[in-house]
Every structure is written in structure tokens, then in C-alpha cells.
């Protein structure tokens, strides 16, 4: 890996803690599960103890809340 590319992965990861840390908590759960855990939504239902369903809007809903903090940093 190059040093441009390494201090960009740096940069990259920083920047995405700055924006979990502005997510609801429970949509900061389903998504950091899901993507960094490598989690299905069945076994995140059955972690967090909600129905399978549930997961998969509150994950939509997080998906939502993302985009509008990512274009909000964009304007």
C-alpha cells in the first residue's frame, strides 16, 4: 500500500466515525452488524430480540439517516 493510500484509508476511517457517532444508537447497531460483522438481518433479529421484519426497516431507516448526514457534509 502506498503512503497516499494508506493516510486516505486513515482519512476515510475518521470521517466515517465522525458520522456514526451522529446516527441513533439503534441504527448505529443494525449497521455496524450488518457491514462490519458481516451479520444477516436473521441473526440480527435474533441478537437484538426484535422481529425479523423490524430489522430490516429500522436498516432502511439507518440507510436513510446516513445519506442525509453524508449530503448535509456534502453542501
Given at each position: 500500500?502506498?503512503?497516499?493510500?494508506a493516510?486516505?484509508?486513515?482519512?476515510d476511517?475518521?470521517?466515517?466515525?465522525?458520522?456514526?457517532?451522529?446516527?441513533?444508537t439503534h441504527?448505529?447497531?443494525?449497521?455496524?452488524l450488518?457491514?462490519?460483522?458481516?451479520?444477516?438481518?436473521?441473526?440480527?433479529?435474533?441478537i437484538?430480540n426484535?422481529?425479523?421484519?423490524?430489522?430490516?426497516?429500522?436498516?432502511h431507516?439507518a440507510?436513510i439517516?446516513?445519506?442525509?448526514?453524508?449530503?448535509n457534509?456534502?453542501?
Amino acid at each position: 500500500m502506498l503512503p497516499d493510500e494508506a493516510l486516505q484509508k486513515l482519512q476515510d476511517s475518521e470521517f466515517l466515525k465522525k458520522i456514526l457517532k451522529k446516527l441513533s444508537t439503534h441504527h448505529k447497531i443494525i449497521l455496524l452488524l450488518h457491514y462490519q460483522e458481516d451479520m444477516t438481518f436473521e441473526e440480527i433479529s435474533k441478537i437484538l430480540n426484535k422481529p425479523l421484519n423490524t430489522v430490516k426497516s429500522q436498516h432502511h431507516r439507518a440507510i436513510i439517516e446516513l445519506r442525509k448526514l453524508l449530503n448535509n457534509i456534502q453542501k
